[in-house]
């Protein structure tokens, strides 16, 4: 801030500003020049004598070094220790700094200019070597961009080379990073910058410094820096002559002469001041443009009479006079001053440089202030909000004292003294109190705000003014510069409508006009005032535009004060429109310009505006010859322009001094009538000819600065003026279809053939790829069609503008496309007008026939609207088109062309612009449709720059011209499009940021607004505009987390349509599960103040609102009695009452205070309701979009509703219960393992469930803290709350069913294990005798222990008698004789053994279950023939809805009974079947449920048998035998045909192989635990081993450690099995793909596998029995993982089990063993403590110690143990992976038994398994991938043709199923849930994805399906072409989206 020069310095400063230059310096002198340096000379010596340090003692000295310190004064510390400068003085007198003479011996002049960057403050007076702009660290960036632009303005590009840069830091500050910024300014040049600490006090930095300067120097040399050079530089300097200076100092007198005189109240205009005076107000109109540089270098200076001053005088022959030029700085310098400390006052400083910003306001902030006061600081920002939200009252804020240095209005002080006599002294004292200071003038504040805004904020600022009716700013003095602004760029948006009255034919006509108003050309009449008259010319001025409003700020106002600082030279102007009433002002429009402050001395304004005028009007206080004004005056008078004087303190009557020239006495006249003969004047003068004013034409004023000349604007302008001159030579209503005809006809069409894809109705599925054969030709020809010239160029600019220029490029391509529209539109409406017109008058005659005529012109009127259409064209057809290139490129998968731009960069163009505020086409409002792809990619972009962020959406619904595009704009300060009509089509979305100051209080981080066209369209009629209004309504309640239901009017009659439609909407979004909230603005009442009459509003409505429910519940066949049934609904909470828009009628009526103030109270309300919602993420937004979209498409919305969002977040979820659930089963299979090992080790005979649940109770309770944890902290735990208690209890349940399955399973292995006893008896006697035998033969044979076949011999003879001695009375079990058994009790049960012989050697019954025909297996003699039968395929049902099958009431009858599953199976047939023989698709279908039923309920009936504990038995096959002959029986006589023998044989067959392997392994495992003799032979080669050992004459621990070794291998091995085999599952479920989803994820996988596989044998076990599928799946993927794919990993699972088992083992050696030796143990008793520490972890069986109670040594034991474990360790590192398959536990088991644990239930159309994840889930069945009827060899009626369609295609379709067999009702495919409860409990959603995969299953297996279901591909049911265009690969990939 600049600081004040001392008086005593004043003439001595003011001097040296004046000086000219030195030229001592100068090579070459010219004669005169020379006479001016020694000039200098002397005065340089005179100055530098005044100046110089004392210590210096140098009388005349030179400097070698003259520096200029520039820049913030608070980048340097100044002080006594400083060296560069050791003075505060702020001043342009050089001083020479003696501590740098200490320093470097050198005069060096510093002069200080800190904090004082103006022109007139640098020495003149001599040459200047380097100017140092000091930069304090941190803000260096910004300083310096602001230093090089100031110095730039002023002197030219040249200064820079005489700029070093110097950056300040605390000595405990790091500036390396300062550099690195300073380097980004391409200006900024490295050597010539340098850092040093703030305090300068070190001398090497400035030693440093110096040094560069002198580079610096000697890089300049031999030039320096002059006042001269300064000159040339700018290019500004104007020579003024003496006339000039004459008049200046006449001004500068009147104005220290009021100044010190003091103001008369009253006495200034409308803020009652006399304008300080600026460099622009004492310039003349007419400058001498002759003046030449010889003149200029005429001027000498003349030596003052007191020389030791320094100053020099100028002569009077043209030169200025230096007390004037002083005292003019110094006025520039105040007012600087005064600005700064305004701004500051309103907390705007930093705002001068950093401006505002339409983004700092588009954000979701606190509530604005109404009613309560302000305090200062906040009453710009506070102004501003306000303003955007259409208060007009934001003028007049109440602003609250925060300090009492502020004077406000207050309550009258009392000065009561009854001591004094004197009461005359305090009646007529004048005595004030000085010291305070006014608040701050509300205009000041508005202009504050405006200098301190970008030009974007400025125009929506000035944008908000017009509409609020006020006076805009046209001539704007620049607070710094001074210039002169023109603000033409702030103008561009505005729009002004008025209507013409003109004669015609003796009648009024009225003729409507419309246009942006810089191309308005209208008269211009502006008014001026001369000198301080009492009367305010703002306040005349109003009551001529408009007397209710005061369209121009005056004294009068609220708020007003007498001191105002930035208005003054302010020109504003204002326009009056004509409504086209009789009591219209004027007939045209007008513009009126109002001049602030007195137009004497704002002389450039004053001559602008008076050049510019139509009218000058001129207000004076007196006329008098002799008066200030008089040249003025004189000068108006006799100029052509029209002029109107009016005078304040003369009372005469207007009067017409000549032609066009008026003079009027104010004074004892009113308003009104001063009003009133102004109106008739000015009206009179501009009936005649007179000149036109347009906006545009302020552009080629000279001295006016544009803000539209600025480069970047520029930029931005030519940008799109490329496009518009692409465009200008066309018909309008031809540019959309010529340069974007993607979102024209061809976009129409393809909306229309999408939409009829959900509308199918015969031969559906080649109908399907036809219409989407169409769709991708659509596509291709508007891929041809794509990169018109425009959009080429649209593209460009946005790629390669800076953002503001793309800014700029978007506004001005707005405005030129408006421009083009303008006149088009405008003449198509007239046009409208007119032939309506003629159309009414048609109506009314009733004397002829007019049919024809009528029918003529309404096809006129239709075409005209057609043209009127065709005409609009704006911002967001262009943009559509880029929706429609990327569609149709994504779509098709196109590269980039050369020449083409990248169309894969449109989303993240279109993404940054929605980002930074632009309204982006949510729905095409031509076509009626929302481009889902166009959409998808804009918003992934969006999230990719803003990550997924959660958005709160607010939507609004009404009908059309309602005022909800408004109601947005004023509420979040928006830019949604509005105008007459209907504003918007379609639907617009636009994101707003919610503010830091209030984001802690939401959940969510953007408000996303979503703006709909009107309801009930004009342009749509009947049921067009109710579908498209259901649709609209639908689809914009679904989105939004809040609807805001605009109501227009109070008429119920009128809201009952809307009503209708928005409560069906909300219905179906009840029925999907969405839960919007709603509030219902009820707008334009009249009298929102009025509680009864609101209360009765409230009351009515809801009635309406619960008969609107009443009636929507039927038609969606929903159970509400009343609105609240639908949603959460308070009728006094939820309505809020909006008064009208305008404060009277438009177009000259403001808006409505009430309007804002209910916005704002709305506002609060939506946000409050807002806080209570968590949002939604961008991302689940997109899919919300889509599911919605989607379901629209489909006329049944709730039906067809999937929500994606929904489905992703349950999928999730299920991936997390099966990893809870694995955690838990992985818990009880260890525990399991435990107990298991302590029952074989006979340490338990129970397992209790309260001790598993304790074991499992750690685990249980974890994962019960990792479920709360994902249920409260998942960012998606609003959804995920509603499956919470379910999944609880899902877990609580799966727990207990697995602690009751181990418990379950172990007590099996407890009864075995008792089973066992005798046995393990007889293992125990039998060991003990042959160690005792082994023994005492060793001893008799020592002599022959090395003949090997003699110990054989004799062993063999000891063991034989032996085992006979010990199993004597024992039989030996037998294997099973199952072939046998079978054939026994099938011939025992009377069947022919012949049958049973072919049968078994056919094996055609083992695929049964999978055949695809069973037609021979039934007997035609008792039925009549099937191909008669009414059972209906689908395809036929589809195709007769409505027809009663025409069949026999007995085959009917027998089908009754039947519950079919709509699906086939596979077969393979006896013999070739002809197309008389096939049986229906149902009979086919029952026969296989029956064989299905019949072999789950015989398996289950084996596997009940206690065959592992007590052997298998022949009974249970008679068993199974005599169960499955009575079933058979049973569902024969349910039918009216017979089953062949047949049939019976091989369902026994069948039934009997299914069962075999069990039996079988079930029995082996039985003998293995019972069998003796099995045992003992087991046994023979280790006791002989054993006996060799005692041959050889090995010790009683050598042998006891070979025998505790060989039990521990087998148990070692089994644990290690066991372990291995759990971990390998373990690591399969993380790892492997397949295995570490959800459901869906493995049967995405499995399908994949069939597919590259290509196995049509295995695909049609999948089909027809999937889950046996997934089994042997995972069977062969665990199989190949172990052995192949990860074999490595298997093998070191398994060596680091054996690695665990052997610490274990060790382990327990070790503590027995010290045990022992504590306790002085035996060999039995270490024995026993050894297993004992194994329990848990080996099987250890019972070892007896009786033969070796020799034995002393338990160490030696040990050893040997430790010997012989360790070869059993190497032989089990060496185990076979295959080994681990033969053990209790197994990898694929675990594995089948947790994956497979899932829901199996099938589609009732096409059999495609449900894929949730759990049994038995709550909720509907889905699957992902439905398919086509094909693969399950559905066919049509009558015929060997198959059906081919899908399921996902039906159900979109026209067409109708009968549901059963005998139904003689048909349903729906779109209403299929109706059908039954197989039905209702499935979700089967109309699906666009293409399926390839089952297409490319049926066309790849064409020959094997015919030949499996003997059915043919022909007719109707031929493949479609495009079918077999699909590869395996297409196939395979889009499982991809199905995951």
Known sequence: MSVPVNKKDTSETENCCINPISSQFDVVNEPDEAQHSRNNDESTEAETTAFTEPSLSIKKVIPDLTLVLIGDTNSIEIGSKNILIDHDEQTNVEQFSPKLYDLCARHISVINMLGLPNIDKIPINQEIHAFLMLLPNGLHDSHYNSGVQWLEHVFGKGLLDYVMTVVTHESDENCESALTDLKANCSFVEKRYHTCKRS????????????????????????????????????????????????????????????????????????????????????????????????????????????????????????????????????????????????????????????????????????????????????????????????????????????????????????????????????????VDSKLKTHVHPMDVQMAVFHCSDSFLKQNMITKLSQCQYALPLLVPDP??????????????????????????????????????????????????????????????????????????????????????????VAEIAWYCPAGKANDAFADCIAFCNLHGDAL?????????????????????????????????????????????????????????????????????????????????????????????????????????????????????????????????????????????????????????????????????????????????????????????????????????????????????QIFLDALSTDDLASNLQTYDEKWTELLALKKDKQQDKTALLKNKQTELDEISTKVQSATFGLEHIFREMGQIYETHTTLQKQTKRGQTDWSKYPELAAELMISGQPMELMDGDAGHVPLTWISGLLDEVIKKLDNKRVFVLSVLGVQSSGKSTMLNAMFGLQFAVSAGRCTKGAFMQLVEVSEEIKKDYKFDYVLVVDTEGLRALELEGKATLQHDNELATFVVGLGDMTLINIFGENPAEMQDVLQIVVQAFMRMKKIKLSPSCLFVHQNVTDIDAT????????????????????????????????SDVIAFDVQKDVKYFAQLWEGSPPMAPPNPGYSESVQQLKTIILSKASQSAGITLSGFKNKIQDLWNALMNEQFVFSFKNTLEVAVYRKLEVEYWNWTWTLRRNMEAIENGLHSK???????????????????????????????????????????????????????????????????????????????????????????????????????????????????????????????????????????????????????????????????SGIYKQMAEAGDYAHYVSLSKRHDPSDA????????????????????????????????????????????????????????????????????????????????????????????????????????????????EFTVDLLLYVFHRAESWLSESHKKFKGNNDAHSYVESKKEHYYNIFKSYCKGSSSAVVLGELICDKLKSSTVKAVCNRTAIDLAEVMKTNFPAFNG?????????????????????????????????????????????????????????????????????????????????????????????????????????????????????????????????SVIQEVCSLSLDKIEEFWKNSEEILIEHLCNCCWVKCPFCSAVCTNTIDDHEGDHSVPFHRSEAVNGVHIKNSVEFGIEFCTTNVASDGGFYPTGDSEVSFPYKKYRTAGPRFANWAITPDESKLEYWKWFVSRFEKELEDHYQLKFQNNGKIPSEWKTYSKVQAIKSLDNLC
Request: glycine content about 4%; proline content about 3%.
């Open 200 to 431: 300068m006090m070190d001398e090497s930095e400035i030693i440093a410094l110096l040094e560069k300067i002198d580079a610096m120097v000697s890089e300049n040399a031999p030039h320096c820096f002059s006042e001269l050079m300064c000159d040339e530089n700018k290019g500004k300097t104007e020579h003024r002559d003496h006339k000039h200076h004459k008049e200046e100092r006449m001004d500068s007198s009147l104005w220290q002469q009021r100044k010190t005189g003091g103001e008369q109240e009253e006495s200034a205009a409308e803020d009652e001041c006399d304008p300080v005076k600026r460099p622009a107000d004492v310039e003349h109109a007419k400058n001498d443009d002759n003046t030449t540089m010889e003149e200029e270098s005429e001027i000498k200076p003349v030596q003052s009479a007191d020389p030791e001053k320094g100053t020099f005088d100028m002569d009077m022959s043209g030169n200025m006079d230096k007390n004037l030029f002083s005292e003019d700085n110094n006025r520039k310098k105040q007012y600087q001053r005064e600005t700064e400390t305004l701004l500051e006052r309103l907390e705007l400083r930093d705002k001068q440089e950093q401006k505002l910003s339409p983004a700092d306001f588009l954000k979701v902030g606190p509530p604005v202030k109404q009613d309560r006061e302000t305090s200062e600081k906040d009453v710009a920002h506070t102004f501003l909000q306000r303003l955007m939200m259409l208060d007009y009252r934001a003028r007049y804020i109440p602003v609250r004292q925060d300090s009492p240095e502020v004077s406000f209005s207050k309550p009258v002080e009392e000065s009561i003294n009854d001591d004094t006599d004197d009461d005359d002294d305090a009646l007529y004292s004048t005595n």
């Open 480 to 569: 710094v510069t001074m210039d002169i602004d023109c603000p033409l760029w702030t103008f561009r948006q505005i729009r002004k409508t008025w209507k013409v009255t003109e004669m015609r034919d003796n009648s009024n006509i009225v003729t409507m006009k419309s246009m942006p108003i810089c191309k308005a050309e209208t008269p211009l009449v502006s008014f001026l005032r001369l000198g301080s008259p009492s009367l305010s010319k703002s306040q005349l001025m109003n009551t001529l535009i408009n007397d209710r409003h005061n369209t121009f700020f005056h004294r009068n106002c609220p708020g007003s004060t007498k001191s105002r600082h930035l208005m003054d030279g």
């Open 601 to 813: 001395s704002i002389v450039k304004q004053r001559d602008i505006l008076t050049d510019k005028s139509s009218v000058n009007v001129v207000l004076v206080p007196t006329l008098e010859q002799g008066d200030k004004s008089t040249a003025v005056i004189s000068a108006l008078y006799k100029s052509p322009k029209p002029l109107i004087i009016l005078i304040a303190e003369n009372d005469g009557d207007a009067v017409q001094m000549k032609r066009g020239k008026y003079k009027m006495g104010l004074n004892n006249k009113s308003h009104s009538d001063v009003s009133e003969e102004l109106k008739k004047i000015i009206g009179k003068i501009l009936s005649g000819p007179h000149s036109s004013f347009q906006l545009e034409s302020m552009a080629e004023v000279s001295g006016v600065k544009v803000d539209e000349d600025d480069k970047v604007c520029q930029n931005g302008k030519s940008a799109a003026m490329k496009i518009v001159d692409l465009l200008q030579e066309m018909d309008v209503s031809k540019i959309k279809d010529t340069f974007f005809p993607c979102q024209g006809q061809l976009w129409h069409e393809w909306c229309k053939i999408n939409k009829e894809l959900y509308h199918l109705k015969e031969n559906i599925e080649n109908e399907k790829c036809q219409k989407q054969k169409k769709l991708m030709q659509i596509r291709q020809e508007q891929c041809n069609a794509s990169f018109s010239g425009p959009m080429k160029l649209f593209i460009e600019s946005l790629s390669s503008l800076s953002a503001t220029e793309k800014e700029y490029f978007l506004k001005w391509t």
């Open 1092 to 1123: 009864e009459k609101n209360m009765d509003g409230k009351r009515r409505l809801q009635e309406k609102l619960d008969q609107m429910a009443k009636l929507a519940a039927k038609e969606e066949v929903f159970n509400a009695e009343c609105f």
């Open 1239 to 1401: 029952i074989e080790n006979g340490r338990l005979d129970k397992v209790e469930l309260s001790y598993l649940n304790q074991e499992s109770y750690k685990i249980y309770e974890e994962i019960k803290k990792a479920m709360a944890t994902y249920f409260d902290d998942d960012r998606d735990k609003e959804m995920l709350v509603q499956w919470r208690g379910r999944f609880e209890n899902k877990i609580q349940d799966f727990r207990d069913e697995q602690v009751k399955r181990v418990q379950r399973k172990l007590n099996e292995v407890i009864q075995q294990k008792h089973a066992c006893k005798k046995l393990d008896a007889k293992k125990i006697e039998f060991e003990n005798k042959l160690l005792q035998k082994s023994k005492e033969l060793a001893h008799q044979l020592k002599d022959k222990k090395k003949d090997e076949k003699e110990l054989e011999k004799q062993f063999n003879f000891v063991w034989t008698g032996l085992v006979r001695e010990l199993i004597a009375d024992t039989k030996p079990i037998e294997d099973i004789s199952y072939e046998e058994d079978q054939s026994t009790v099938l011939q025992d049960l009377g069947l022919d053994w012949a049958l049973i012989h072919e049968s078994k050697k």
């Open 1430 to 1541: 009414t059972q209906q395929s689908q395809e036929d049902n589809r195709q007769n809805t409505n027809t009663k099958e025409q069949s026999s009431s007995l085959w009917s009858t027998m089908w009754g009974s039947f519950q079919s599953v709509f699906r086939s199976e596979p077969k393979k047939q006896r013999t070739p079947l002809t197309s008389n023989s096939v049986l229906k698709y149902k009979e086919q279908e029952l026969i296989r449920s029956f064989i299905d039923n019949v072999e789950e309920q015989s398996l289950e009936s084996i596997m009940s048998k206690p065959v592992a504990t007590r052997g298998y038995s022949p009974t249970y096959l008679q068993e199974l035998i005599n169960n499955v002959k009575r079933k058979v029986t049973e569902f024969e006589s349910q039918l009216k045909y017979a089953l062949k023998k």
């Open 1638 to 1766: 959800n459901r869906s994820n493995l049967e995405t996988h499995m399908l994949k596998s069939l597919a590259a596989e290509e196995d049509f044998n295995a695909f049609i076990t999948y089909i027809q029995h999937p889950r046996k599928q997934a089994e042997t799946y995972i069977r062969e993927e665990v199989q190949k993982y172990i052995c192949r794919e990860q074999r490595g990993e298997a093998q070191n699972i398994l060596k680091r089990n054996v690695e665990d088992i052997k610490k274990d083992v060790s382990q327990a050696l070790f503590t027995a063993t010290e045990k022992m030796q504590r306790k002085k143990g035996g060999p039995d008793k270490w024995v026993e403590e050894f297993s004992s520490l194994l329990t848990d972890e080996l099987t250890f069986d019972t070892v007896c110690c009786q033969n070796f109670r020799d034995i002393t040594k338990i160490d030696f034991l040990k050893e040997e143990i430790e010997k012989g474990f360790k």
